[in-house]
């Protein structure tokens, strides 16, 4: 007996002390671990995950609505708490389909406290269905990369287009605080839109969306941005990207987008896109997803492209003369207004040689304004020359042809220097045949926006007969030219005068035809100019120019020195800016007031275009809707495909592929190029081979991590296809796609150095560009980055020993 008492005695202390554990045990709650990830749902074609972190987490959940009522238990559905739209609480307790949750609190670190909290504190939410609560933090990524999905907002499908009154508000779609979509929450979002998704609601009709790829609770209320109709939305990609090679387009309207596999391989059905619409577009919109893995294995590239659904063709609006334009001649009238095309006509005597130089000086300094100009993006220059007398020694055309290359046309102008060197027969230079011989330069594009600019010293005479004042206004009228003429130099000769006299009537008379012709494109009667002046008017000594707009409907100049002087050639420079800013800025009032009149009282007939009528069969579309849309241009995501190779090897890629990422996923790329370079390179004794294997054990991990499945083994991938692996960008580079990763080793140090150097170059240049308009562009207030071959790790193909 005495024997047993020590072992009772142990066993007593022992239960006293487990005891006490639990009580102590008791005084903490701790949170749960999130669930692993899994298939969530398909869209599109995407096989989408639910966003729970690849390596576990403790489990913060947000209240995926506003007014969401919690319970006393699974139990008892006794409402207990109201939560707002992205509340945060923790998830403690799991029971079936619901949840139990406590108030997250910011004062507690989770991964401190190894995932307790103190009972006295804790404030118990209630318990909620799952459903009612979204239950991670980062976007639904794509099962096949594991790179977030990124979804565009545009109009698709029957529902949005009957209930354009409950979806549509002006040119937005609208948000909803519930999956019911029954309650707007205020914010509205432009078709066009990069989002991302990260919740789908139970019956399958409504998206919740955010602005970023991932929240935190901090940034949930600021970044979340609602429920929207699942036909507003549809997958646009995750990361792999391309643009089209503008120096492999060669033809005018080359096909480059199809609508199915078929004819994307043969390309001789008609393409859904081409060439010529590229030039319209914005940054974004000649950014296309790549949607399948064609380096991994595909034919063909799955892709798409934002198109406008609807069909204005038979549309039209009156002009202040009662003549209808339509909706064609609207667009070409937009189209003509975009284009400007200058023409200097220079007198080529020996008397006006001294200008030449200048001339050249001027047209540089004009290429480079164009250059910058924020009104002005397409231009092109051309060059006339006349001289009363051939030189024996100049071979070179009167006439140089319109070109968006400065050089050429310098090259010209020297030629023309060093060759019409011979002295002058006649005082008078033939002014109407150079005028003449520019209109024909611009009678091809007589509707666009077309200028003038003569730099002369003698007035024309009576040397040629065939060409005439009258004949010479009535082609600058054909070509709609607006007249700078600019005198260089002046003396007592009367031909010197006769040159101003000259002036001031081809601008008055061409500037009071063209002023009718304009009508034709006005449709506001008060922008008509019942009683014009087309006399010049006088400013600083020797400028002379027409009034507008206070007297004139339209523009031109005349600019000359006094007796004896030479003209400053600044003063072309400044006069031809003030010209300009005239030109840009009648196009833009008329422009603004076609398409009020036509986004407005002429939409009336304005429909879906065939390829999409099935989706409003039997159903008139609204004015209110029809009116909100008619600008957009990029209101509907269209899928289609193309070849990712060129047909023909010895032509320029078609193709530029790259990555569109969000400031967080190029943050992240970035990191990760200095981390492989850090492993690699970045010692002063570098071993290719240990480098090689350090990259190929980080490329692993990487899989690993992410759960990805790679075609096949890592070590037998390109590093073009490795690299795709964790960037999803699409290298063109020669060495990255015919060097298997287990061979790299094999090359000289120098080769494998500069493959892994190169990772540092591409991460610096992502860290000094970052703030580059070259690789950021705003969606929707919203920051994204567009990285190409030349930002992204690459090396230098060359046949080399292998050790």
């Not at 009972?119 to 790179?147: C, E, M, Y």
């Not at 580079?733 to 140090?749: G, H, V």
Request: charged share 20%; net charge positive.
């Amino acid at each position: 007996m005495n024997i047993a008492r020590p072992f009772i005695c142990l066993s007593l202390l022992a239960t006293w002390m487990l005891s006490g554990c639990a009580l102590l045990q008791s005084k903490q709650i701790k949170v749960k671990k999130t669930p692993a990830d899994s298939h969530y749902t398909t869209l599109n074609n995407y096989t989408l995950l639910n966003g729970y972190p690849y390596q576990r987490d403790w489990w913060i959940a947000f209240s995926d609505r506003e007014l969401n009522t919690t319970c006393i238990s699974p139990t008892n559905n006794m409402p207990l708490k109201k939560m707002g739209f992205m509340d945060a609480a923790y998830i403690v307790e799991e029971n079936a389909q619901y949840v139990k949750l406590l108030q997250y609190s910011a004062d507690i670190d989770l991964a401190n406290n190894k995932g307790r909290l103190p009972r006295k504190t804790a404030k118990t939410t209630g318990w909620i269905k799952k459903d009612k609560l979204l239950l991670w933090q980062v976007a639904l990524p794509d099962n096949s990369s594991r790179f977030t999905a990124k979804a565009i907002i545009h109009l698709s499908g029957r529902d949005i287009l009957a209930n354009a009154n409950r979806y549509v508000l002006g040119d937005s779609m609208i948000l909803f605080s519930s999956p019911s979509l029954q309650t707007p929450n205020g914010i509205h979002i432009a078709p066009g839109s990069l989002v991302y998704l990260y919740k789908q609601s139970e019956d399958k009709k409504s998206f919740l969306i955010g602005k970023e790829p991932s929240i935190t609770v901090e940034t949930a209320k600021q970044n979340m941005l609602g429920w929207i109709n699942k036909d507003a939305i549809s997958i646009w990609g995750t990361n792999s990207a391309f643009s089209f090679n503008p120096e492999a387009l060669t033809a005018d309207s080359t096909g480059l987008l199809y609508a199915n596999q078929d004819v994307a391989l043969s390309q001789k059905g008609k393409p859904l896109f081409t060439s010529s619409e590229i030039p319209g577009r914005t940054f974004f919109e000649n950014i296309h997803p790549v949607q399948n893995r064609p380096l991994l294995g595909d034919s063909t590239i799955q892709t798409g492209y934002l198109e406008n659904i609807m069909d204005y063709s038979k549309n039209s609006v009156y002009n202040v003369l009662g003549n209808p334009i339509t909706y064609h001649q609207y667009l070409q009238i937009m189209k003509n207004f975009r284009q400007i095309n200058v023409v200097f006509v220079l007198d080529a005597s020996v008397n006006n040689r001294m200008y030449f130089p200048l001339a050249k000086s001027i047209i540089q300094d004009l290429q480079m304004y164009f250059d910058t100009a924020t009104q002005v993006k397409n231009y092109r220059f051309g060059a006339v020359t006349y001289k009363y007398n051939k030189c024996r020694l100049d071979t070179f055309q009167n006439v140089f042809g319109l070109t968006h290359n400065f050089t050429d046309v310098e090259y010209y102008l020297d030629q023309k220097l060093n060759l019409a060197t011979c002295s002058d027969e006649n005082i008078y230079q033939p002014l109407y045949r150079g005028l003449s011989d520019a209109c024909n330069l611009l009678m091809p594009y007589k509707n666009e926006t077309n200028m003038i600019i003569v730099i002369g010293t003698t007035g024309n005479g009576n040397i040629e007969d065939r060409f005439t004042m009258g004949n010479t206004i009535n082609k600058l009228t054909q070509v709609r030219a607006r007249l700078l003429m600019f005198q260089s130099l002046s003396k007592r000769n009367d031909a010197y005068n006769d040159f101003v006299l000259d002036a001031e009537k081809l601008v008055t008379s061409s500037a009071a035809n063209i002023a009718e012709l304009k009508k034709e494109m006005l449709v506001d009667i008060n922008d008509v100019i019942y009683n014009p002046s087309y006399s010049m008017r006088t400013g600083d000594s020797g400028i002379y120019t027409m009034d507008y707009p206070r007297k004139s409907m339209t523009q031109g100049m005349v600019l000359f020195p006094k007796k004896g002087e030479i003209m400053p050639a600044g003063v072309l420079k400044n006069y031809f800016d003030t010209l300009l800013m005239q030109v840009a800025s009648d196009n833009n009032i008329t422009g603004t007031k076609l398409k009020e009149y036509f986004y407005t009282i002429g939409v009336k007939s304005t429909s879906l275009k065939p390829a999409f009528a099935s989706y409003a069969s039997n159903l008139q579309l609204s004015t209110g809707f029809t009116r909100a849309f008619a600008g957009a241009k990029n209101n509907y995501f269209i899928p289609a495909y193309t070849l990712p190779v060129n047909n023909d090897r010895n032509t320029p890629f078609l193709l530029n592929y790259g990555v569109l990422l969000s400031e967080t996923e190029y943050d992240k790329l970035m990191d990760q190029f200095y981390t492989i370079y850090s492993i690699t390179a970045a010692s002063e004794n570098f071993n290719a081979k240990k480098a090689c294997r350090r990259y190929k054990t980080y490329v692993q991990e990487y899989v690993k991590v992410n759960k990805i499945t790679p075609p096949f083994n890592i070590k037998r991938m390109t590093l073009a296809q490795n690299l795709y692996l964790y960037t999803g960008f699409i290298s063109a580079d020669s060495l990255f796609n015919t060097t298997p990763l287990r061979k790299l080793k094999k090359r000289n140090p120098e080769t494998v150095l500069r493959v892994f150097n190169s990772f540092k170059y591409a991460a610096d240049a992502m860290q000094d560009n970052k703030n580059s308009s070259n690789v950021k562009f705003n969606n929707n207030n919203i920051f994204y980055y567009y990285l190409n071959q030349q930002q992204m790790p690459q090396g230098v193909y060359q046949k080399e020993e292998t050790e």
